[in-house]
C-alpha cells in the first residue's frame, strides 16, 4: 500500500481518536478550558518540533497568519461545543460540508466560475445537511448541530488562507500551525474566563493524550499530501466519518439513525464528486496553459 494512503488513514484515525478524547472531557469540563489546555500543549511541542529543525517565523503575511489562526480557533471551539452535544457521526458527517462552503467561498469572494455539473453534487450535499439537521422539525432539531454548521464554514474559511500561506506564500507548515495553535490556546482561555475546573486523575491524561494526538494528527495528515495525490488523501479522510461512528458505538452507545446514514450518504457521496470536479478544472487550466 502507498505510504501516503497509509499516512491518510492514520491521520483520519487520529482525528476521530481526538474527538473521543474532546466528548469524554466535556462530561466534567468546561468547553473553553479542553480548548485551552489541547492549543497550550500542542503549541508547546509545536515551538520543540519548530526549534528541532530550525524553523524560524517570518515576518511576511503576519495578517493572513492571524486570520488564519483566529478562524482556526473559532472552527476548534465551534467543533468541541457540537461534539459535546451531538454524536460523533453525526458531527463527522456535518464537517465534510466545508468541501460545499470552499466551492461557494470560491465562486462568491474569487469569482470562479462555478461549473453547471457541480449543481447535482451541491443539491445532493444540502439534501443530506437536511436529512441530518431535520430543521422542519424544531422538537428534535439539535441546537448544537448549528455549532457543527458553523465548524465547516470555518473551516472552509481556513483551507483558503492554508492553501494561499503554503503555496504561494512559502511559508512552513509549522509555522502555520503555530498561529493557529496560539490563536486557539488565546481563545479557550477568554471562553474558559473565570469558569476554571481542575481536573482530576485520568482527566489529565486524557489532555495530554489530546495535545499529543492533535499534533501527529496534523504531521501525519500533512506527510499524506506530499506522499500521493492530493484528491486520494481528501478521499481517504471520509473514513474519518466511519471511525468516529465506531467510537461513537463503542465507547458512548451511540447509534446513527437512518437519515442520518442517509444523509451522511448523500453529503460524502456529492463531496468527492466536487472534489474530482475541483481537481479535473485545476488540470484542464495547466494543459491550457501548456498549449
Known amino acids: 500500500m502507498n505510504k501516503g494512503v497509509i499516512m491518510a488513514l492514520i491521520s483520519a484515525l487520529a482525528f476521530s481518536i481526538l474527538n473521543v478524547f474532546v466528548k ?132 472552509a474559511a481556513v483551507y483558503t488562507t ?3 500561506l503554503t503555496n504561494g506564500g512559502g511559508h512552513h507548515q509549522y509555522e502555520v500551525v503555530f498561529y493557529f495553535l496560539i490563536c486557539a490556546t488565546i481563545s479557550g482561555a477568554i471562553l474558559m474566563g473565570n469558569d476554571y475546573i481542575g481536573p482530576q486523575g485520568i482527566e489529565w491524561l486524557y489532555i495530554l493524550a489530546m495535545g499529543v494526538i492533535s499534533v501527529l494528527a496534523q504531521i501525519w495528515m500533512t506527510n499524506a499530501y506530499a506522499w500521493t495525490d492530493p484528491i486520494v488523501v481528501s478521499f481517504i479522510q471520509y473514513t474519518g466519518v466511519f471511525f468516529n461512528a465506531v467510537w461513537g458505538f463503542f465507547v458512548f452507545g451511540e447509534i446513527m439513525t437512518i437519515l442520518s446514514v442517509a444523509g451522511g450518504v448523500c453529503i460524502i457521496s456529492g463531496s468527492m464528486y466536487l472534489s474530482k470536479i475541483k481537481r479535473d478544472r485545476v488540470m484542464d487550466m495547466r494543459e491550457t496553459k501548456v498549449r
Open 162 to 164: 492554508i492553501s494561499k
Open 24 to 155: 469524554e472531557l466535556s462530561f466534567t469540563l468546561p468547553i473553553g478550558e479542553i480548548a485551552f489546555f489541547r492549543g497550550l500543549i500542542s503549541s508547546i511541542i509545536i515551538v520543540g518540533l519548530m526549534r528541532y529543525q530550525h524553523v524560524h517565523l517570518s515576518h511576511r503575511d503576519v495578517p493572513t497568519l492571524i486570520m488564519r489562526g483566529v478562524l482556526g480557533g473559532m472552527g476548534m471551539i465551534c467543533l468541541f461545543y457540537a461534539l459535546s452535544g451531538m454524536s460523533l457521526g453525526d458531527v463527522s458527517i456535518l464537517s465534510q460540508l466545508s468541501a460545499f462552503f470552499v466551492v461557494i467561498f470560491a465562486a462568491v469572494f474569487l469569482k470562479d466560475i462555478l461549473p453547471k455539473k457541480a449543481m447535482i453534487p451541491m443539491a445532493m450535499i444540502v439534501m443530506g445537511a437536511s436529512l441530518i439537521l431535520h430543521p422542519w422539525n424544531y422538537s428534535t432539531f439539535n441546537s448544537y448541530a448549528l455549532f457543527a454548521l458553523a465548524q465547516a464554514v470555518l473551516s
